[in-house]
C-alpha cells in the first residue's frame, strides 16, 4: 500500500512571505475583510466592520467576496488590498 501526502498550499509564483509590522492603532484607518462568501459570513461581517468603527475608530470597512470559496483571491481582490490599512479575511459554513 503506498500513501500519498499531499501539500494544499497554493504557491504560484514562490516569493517569500513577509508580514506587515503591526498598527500602532486603528483609528483613521481602512480595514479591507475578504470573505469566502458562505452563508455565515454576512451578518458575522456586518456586525464586525460596525463594531471597527464605533469602537475603534475606523475609518471605512471595505468587503469584498471571493468569485470562488474554494479558489484563491483574484486579482481584483489582490489589486485592493493594497490601498487597506489592514486586512481581515474569513469564512464562514
Known amino acids: ?11 504560484e509564483d514562490g516569493e517569500p ?3 506587515s509590522q ?8 481602512v480595514v479591507g475583510v475578504i470573505s469566502n462568501g458562505k452563508q455565515g459570513t454576512g451578518r458575522f461581517f456586518d456586525a ?6 464605533t469602537a475603534h475608530g475606523v475609518t471605512r470597512v471595505e468587503r469584498l467576496v471571493k468569485a470562488n470559496y474554494s479558489a484563491p483571491a483574484g486579482d481584483d481582490i489582490m489589486d485592493a ?3 487597506w490599512n489592514a486586512l481581515v479575511s474569513g469564512i464562514g459554513d
Open 22 to 29: 503591526r498598527l500602532d492603532s486603528l483609528t483613521g484607518i
Open 17 to 19: 512571505f513577509t508580514a
Open 81 to 83: 488590498t493594497k490601498t
Open 48 to 53: 464586525f466592520a460596525e463594531h471597527l468603527q
Open 1 to 11: 500500500m503506498t500513501i500519498e501526502v499531499l501539500d494544499p498550499s497554493y504557491d
